[in-house]
């Protein structure tokens, strides 16, 4: 594999033991099948923009790549099935009907995303392809029968790790504004994923039209609204559905073992942390693995060495004001550091900007 940054010496060896695990001493001219979310400006965030850059760095080393990714569904057509075509110049093969994908809102219907489909669809499509390596991005919308088909016909596996989603349905393991400390035993897993989306939401949301409609204002301004209310807390006393339809503790265990399942079918585990490394391996064995940082293509290395300004040093912060990030974190750690600080912060997040001094 490759990560398209200037690496250093570490990363490259770490590159060189995925190869080497997957393939011996070959590792050029690759078949990768890639599966993750799906392409901007459909899907956003931090991964997608590293697996685009990915496959694009790969094209270049001369690799042949493709991405898989959960798309459509309808209210009708439950059948699976996957479309073929070309997005950007990469080859696309969309999921229609895959399971739903909760993103960070939550699960409260565990049974929902464990149900399987026919490894057949799955199969007819590996077998055209014929991928050397499979590199898996997320477990979100993913059957267990795609990863059991690749099983089946020896295609190795590669998963890297980019949030706690196998192991916390709201993604992030962060609860009340720290690490949530029931984690292990999911007994608070219900209070905390009661204001997930219910199916018919996320269905909606993956439906065709709205990947059309998704960039109006008016759309846009809902997203948003909603999205500040999550990050602010004030959504935890609207649950989406009647009581009936919550999942016990029992439930999310064994939504969590049944991730577990997928981990154990990987060949290799990519972490880009020493700290994923360590979340992770306190709930799994997951003997085969790698650390790897990473970072995506348009990042440029500016550092220059500069004396303080004389109204302080500022720092920019650019994302979502919730604690998960770790905002709020570094900056009560600067204010109680014991040293006198002048500065100020700049939070840029869902658009909107707002100054305040540390």
């Not at 569904?73 to 696309?92: L, P």
Request: glycine letters at 8%; hydrophobic letters at 35%; a positive charge.
């Amino acid at each position: 594999m490759s990560i398209p940054m200037d690496m250093s010496g570490c990363a490259r060896n770490g590159l060189w033991e995925i190869r080497t695990a997957l393939f011996g001493k070959r590792g050029y001219g690759l078949k990768i099948l890639h599966y993750a979310l799906g392409f901007p400006p459909y899907r956003t965030g931090g991964s997608t923009k590293f697996c685009m850059d990915l496959l694009r760095q790969q094209e270049r080393e001369g690799h042949q790549t493709a991405l898989m990714w959960p798309g459509r569904m309808g209210f009708f057509d439950r059948k699976v099935s996957v479309k073929k075509g070309i997005y950007g110049g990469i080859r696309s093969f969309e999921v229609h009907e895959p399971l739903p994908v909760p993103y960070d809102e939550g699960i409260s219907r565990c049974h929902i995303f464990t149900e399987d489909a026919g490894r057949e669809v799955y199969e007819e499509l590996l077998r055209d392809f014929r991928p050397d390596v499979l590199h898996i991005h997320t477990l979100m919308g993913m059957h267990r029968s795609f990863l059991e088909a690749a099983k089946k016909l020896g295609i190795r596996c590669v998963f890297t790790v980019h949030d706690h989603f196998p192991i916390c349905p709201k993604v992030t393991m962060v609860r009340g504004g720290q690490v949530c400390p029931s984690a292990k035993s999911c007994s608070d897993c219900a209070e905390c994923n009661k204001t997930a989306l219910s199916v018919g939401k996320m269905r909606l949301l993956q439906t065709a039209v709205y990947r059309v409609c998704k960039d109006l204002p008016i759309i846009r301004s809902m997203r948003r609204y909603h999205r500040d209310r999550v990050l602010s807390g004030k959504e935890s006393g609207r649950p989406d559905r009647d009581v009936w339809e919550m999942s016990s503790t029992a439930d999310y265990k064994m939504l969590r073992e049944h991730y577990h399942s997928f981990l154990e079918k990987m060949d290799v585990v990519h972490y880009t942390s020493t700290v994923a490394k360590s979340v992770y391996e306190s709930f799994f064995y997951l003997p085969d693995h790698v650390v790897i940082g990473i970072s995506h293509g348009d990042i440029k290395d500016r550092r220059r060495k500069k004396k303080s300004p004389a109204d302080g040093l500022r720092l920019s912060y650019l994302g979502p004001q919730g604690e998960a990030k770790g905002f709020f974190c570094s900056r009560r750690r600067l204010m109680n550091c014991g040293k006198s600080i002048n500065s100020s912060v700049w939070i840029s997040a869902l658009g909107q900007r707002s100054c305040r001094p540390i």
